[in-house]
């Protein structure tokens, strides 16, 4: 019933920048949460940022003040900028996003995206 697409990832060199976007779409009452995950091989599913509706933000240690977390409100859309990349940031980046569905918000919705490569040779 929510829908979650994602784009932006790709291959970069260490040290460089990516900007991955998701834009929630359909029975969309509210959203009260949008965060990206990622999963690197062999390891488990693990938060890298979140960002409420009221723009409070939280990160994971190891992309603390190289990652920078956004929202667009009106457009359900997130953004994470990455930069100084580096080859451990290697992973499928999922977007999460948890809300409550229409019409009148009594339901709740957790949705992810279907993920993104982001790959960061040496």
């Known amino acids: 019933q929510v829908q979650l697409v994602e784009s932006g990832g790709g291959l970069v060199q260490a040290g460089g920048s990516l900007r991955l976007s998701c834009a929630a779409s359909?029975?969309?009452?509210?959203?009260?949460?949008m965060g990206w995950y990622r999963q690197a091989p062999g390891k488990q599913r693990e938060l890298v940022a979140v960002?409420?509706?009221?723009?409070?933000?939280n990160y994971a240690d190891p992309v603390k003040g190289r990652f920078a977390i956004s929202g667009d409100n009106a457009k359900n859309t997130v953004y994470l900028q990455m930069n100084s990349l580096k080859p451990e940031d290697t992973a499928v980046y999922y977007c999460?996003?948890?809300?409550?569905?229409?019409?009148?918000?009594?339901?709740?919705?957790?949705?992810w995206g279907q993920g993104t490569q982001v790959t960061v040779s040496s």
């Open positions: 999460n996003a948890e809300g409550t569905l229409l019409p009148y918000g009594a339901f709740k919705f957790v949705s």
């Open positions: 359909g029975n969309i009452f509210s959203i009260n949460t």
């Open positions: 960002i409420s509706s009221r723009g409070s933000t």
